[in-house]
């Protein structure tokens, strides 16, 4: 082994010291880079998210947007308005349709809403021209994530669907959730990047002065609901009932109303006579409220809605909506103008 000589002179070192300042200065220098580029990389992640400013933004550009619909079609007729109503819009490019499950008197298990809810959405599209090769259309969750206790996605073709054109998206997809939101919140569970391409509009929840949390898409899976609370997706909420007439409730419709709907092609006279004939009631006069009317007339018609940014409400193990100013922000709307969204569903489906 050579022996390290320990004389040093003074030229050498010199040397030494310089050499060891170079070192320590690169060091540092380095050191300062690495931490740079990770502040600059966490600054690129923040930027890359959709925060509710750029998603009102975007909202409001003026150009077409592109759309999943996830619609428990088969529960009641607003859903079939609705996914016609996207499909004759101009200002919306349906990219595909999942069928999104429902458990009540019109089916007999969570698994069959779903399977019903595909049929319906088949039957719409070739009422509307239109068939699965247009449009592909995806099967939804067969169970709740709530029938398990630690927020376990469920997997299916329909929350793979949304993983899959997310993950290739140049420009945010709006995912107009009109049921239960299983499919969505799967999605998001099983691949959380997507939450930088996707913005959820979901008509779930009521006001907080609605005095509960009964409203039908929540408590249909209420884990889901909260997990797209919480999970910091872009969220647009649509609430369905609160006090002074404010929600999704609004969007009513009678007899004289659906006469909106002009011509004899074979969509016109389905959504004018034939669905109205279908839910007609035993006793006065015919209406119906078109809840689900509302997420897409928010894409096209963005400022016939009193929109709001607030902090993510927490819900409850009591089944409580609970205000946390400490939370991440989410828009919810606050009004729509009835009006404005029947005609332009109407003109819509006329369309086809």
Same mark, same amino acid.
């Given at each position: 082994?050579?022996?390290?000589?320990?004389?040093?002179?003074?030229?050498?070192?010199?040397?030494?010291?310089?050499?060891?300042?170079?070192?320590?200065?690169?060091?540092?220098?380095?050191?300062?880079?690495?931490?740079?580029?990770?502040?600059?990389?966490?600054?690129?992640?923040?930027?890359?998210?959709?925060?509710?400013?750029?998603?009102?933004?975007?909202?409001?550009?003026?150009?077409?947007?592109?759309?999943?619909?996830?619609?428990?079609?088969?529960?009641?007729?607003?859903?079939? +308005?609705?996914?016609?109503?996207? !499909?004759? =819009?101009?200002?919306?490019?349906? #990219?595909?349709?999942? /069928?999104?499950?429902?458990? &009540?008197?019109?089916?007999?298990?969570?698994?069959?809403?779903?399977?019903?809810?595909?049929?319906?959405?088949?039957?719409?599209?070739?009422?509307?021209?239109?068939?699965?090769?247009?449009?592909?259309?995806?099967?939804?969750?067969?169970?709740?994530?709530?029938?398990?206790?630690?927020?376990?996605?469920?997997?299916?073709?329909?929350?793979?669907?949304?993983?899959?054109?997310?993950?290739?998206?140049?420009?945010?997809?709006?995912?107009?959730?009109?049921?239960?939101?299983?499919?969505?919140?799967?999605?998001?569970?099983?691949?959380?990047?997507?939450?930088?391409?996707?913005?959820?509009?979901?008509?779930?929840?009521?006001?907080?002065?609605?005095?509960?949390?009964?409203?039908?898409?929540?408590?249909?899976? +209420?884990?889901?609901?909260?997990? !797209?609370? =919480?999970?910091?997706?872009?969220? #647009?909420?649509?609430? /369905?009932?609160?006090?002074? &007439?404010?929600?999704?409730?609004?969007?009513?419709?009678?007899?004289?109303?659906?006469?909106?709907?002009?011509?004899?092609?074979?969509?016109?006279?389905?959504?004018?006579?034939?669905?109205?004939?279908?839910?007609?009631?035993?006793?006065?006069?015919?209406?119906?409220?078109?809840?689900?009317?509302?997420?897409?007339?928010?894409?096209?018609?963005?400022?016939?809605?009193?929109?709001?940014?607030?902090?993510?409400?927490?819900?409850?193990?009591?089944?409580?909506?609970?205000?946390?100013?400490?939370?991440?922000?989410?828009?919810?709307?606050?009004?729509?103008?009835?009006?404005?969204?029947?005609?332009?569903?109407?003109?819509?489906?006329?369309?086809?």
């Amino acid at each position: 082994m050579q022996r390290i000589n320990n004389h040093f002179s003074a030229s050498s070192l010199y040397t030494y010291n310089l050499f060891t300042m170079k070192t320590t200065a690169t060091l540092f220098l380095a050191l300062i880079l690495l931490t740079n580029c990770g502040m600059m990389k966490n600054s690129a992640e923040k930027a890359s998210l959709l925060t509710p400013e750029i998603v009102l933004a975007h909202l409001h550009n003026g150009k077409a947007k592109k759309v999943i619909i996830d619609s428990d079609t088969y529960n009641e007729m607003d859903d079939q +308005y609705a996914v016609a109503y996207a !499909l004759g =819009n101009p200002n919306m490019e349906v #990219i595909s349709i999942n /069928a999104a499950p429902f458990h &009540n008197d019109r089916s007999t298990s969570y698994e069959d809403g779903m399977e019903k809810s595909y049929h319906e959405i088949m039957r719409v599209l070739k009422v509307c021209g239109k068939d699965k090769n247009d449009y592909p259309v995806w099967k939804g969750s067969p169970k709740r994530i709530g029938e398990s206790s630690d927020f376990t996605p469920v997997a299916s073709p329909a929350a793979e669907n949304i993983i899959r054109l997310a993950k290739k998206a140049k420009e945010p997809i709006y995912v107009l959730c009109l049921g239960a939101a299983t499919n969505v919140a799967s999605a998001v569970l099983m691949e959380p990047s997507i939450r930088n391409k996707i913005v959820v509009v979901w008509l779930g929840t009521n006001f907080s002065d609605a005095g509960h949390q009964g409203e039908f898409n929540l408590v249909q899976d +209420y884990r889901a609901g909260q997990i !797209l609370l =919480n999970s910091k997706v872009p969220l #647009i909420l649509l609430p /369905a009932s609160g006090k002074d &007439n404010k929600g999704t409730q609004v969007l009513s419709v009678d007899q004289e109303e659906v006469k909106n709907i002009k011509g004899n092609s074979n969509a016109a006279l389905f959504f004018r006579e034939r669905l109205p004939h279908e839910f007609k009631q035993t006793t006065g006069n015919w209406w119906h409220i078109l809840w689900d009317i509302a997420a897409p007339g928010l894409v096209s018609c963005p400022d016939a809605f009193e929109l709001e940014i607030i902090p993510s409400p927490v819900l409850t193990e009591e089944r409580n909506l609970v205000k946390d100013h400490t939370r991440h922000k989410i828009i919810r709307m606050k009004r729509v103008d009835p009006k404005i969204i029947r005609a332009d569903a109407f003109r819509s489906i006329s369309a086809l």
